[in-house]
């Protein structure tokens, strides 16, 4: 376990949402502006390349088709060229990043988060494991092989989005394999007030309970963008507020004012010595819990759509002269 500062970042800015390009271009100085913070650790909205789909909470479904494909033909997949140039930034920078991307795979969108450590390794791409509400339009289902917590230049770090930390069973997957790091992405710009009161709930009760820090990002939309979404006053409502950008101890405390409103980026100091002092009193996955009792079944396996058997050898015939 890690015993010293590490300095981390945690990301509130708006999407380009004409496109991936406009985007990725958008995280890559925002890496550099953390960076130059001094951060070594860097989280980033849920879906930020190339949008979250807003468009799926506001408009019916029938009239989803288009802005649908524009979100497939703007997704990104991985690897690829503009995934590439968010690894040669983190290895040039000596910085992890937490980048939540809508990922094409063939004809299907998946809600990924992606960790790349400091070296510019892909250490994992991982899927939500089920979309909420209005996104099961859009997303396909993630698999359990995706609940991982990877070693990096930082400690240990595991990563949810959104309402997946309303599944106590996700989490706990996380936290059996000791997360040091945890990275939290939301949509931001969603819900309104009780959204961002929410959030703040989670995050906090999961850092108490997993004992690790919390690095929780969520996104930004200005006033022409949530107009762009859709012309409705009324609905527009429904895309505002529900921010709440924030860095939380083990011991559930703030280490930094949130973010609630407009773009920024929020610096925070993780001393890795308050894991420890938050376990000895309480290991949900260790001296406090009750293995004999409740436990965990994790299907790790990735799921396929196609298990092919291989043909059988066939003998090889003698052809050697009797």
Known sequence: MRTDIIRAAAVQIAPDLSGRAGTIERVLNAISEAADKGAEFIVFPETFV????????????????????????????VP??????????????????????????????????LIFDANGTLALKRRKITPTYHERMVWGQGDGSGLKVVETKV????????????????????????EEI??????????????????????????????CFVVNSTGWLTEDQIAQIHPDPKL???MRSGCMTCIISPEGRHLAEPLTSGEGILIADLDMRLIAKRKRMMDSVGHYARPELLSLNHDAREAMTRHATEPANEPQEDCQDA
């Open 50 to 77: 190339p949008y979250y789909p807003y468009f799926s909470f506001v408009l019916p479904p029938v009239q989803q088709g288009a802005p649908h494909l524009d979100l497939m033909k703007e997704a990104v997949v």
């Open 236 to 238: 527009q409502k429904a």
């Open 182 to 211: 945890h990275a939290g992405q939301y949509p931001g710009s969603l819900v309104g007030d009780i959204f961002r009161d929410q959030i703040e709930v989670t995050m906090r009760h999961h850092a108490l309970e997993s004992g």
């Open 155 to 178: 400690g240990r770090v595991g990563a949810l989005a959104c309402w997946e930390h309303y599944n106590p069973l996700a989490r706990y997957a996380l936290m059996t394999q000791h």
């Open 80 to 113: 690829s060229p503009e995934m590439q140039a968010v690894a040669d930034t983190c290895a040039k920078r000596g910085v992890v990043v937490v980048l939540g991307v809508n990922e094409r795979d063939h004809g299907s969108l998946y809600n990924a988060q």
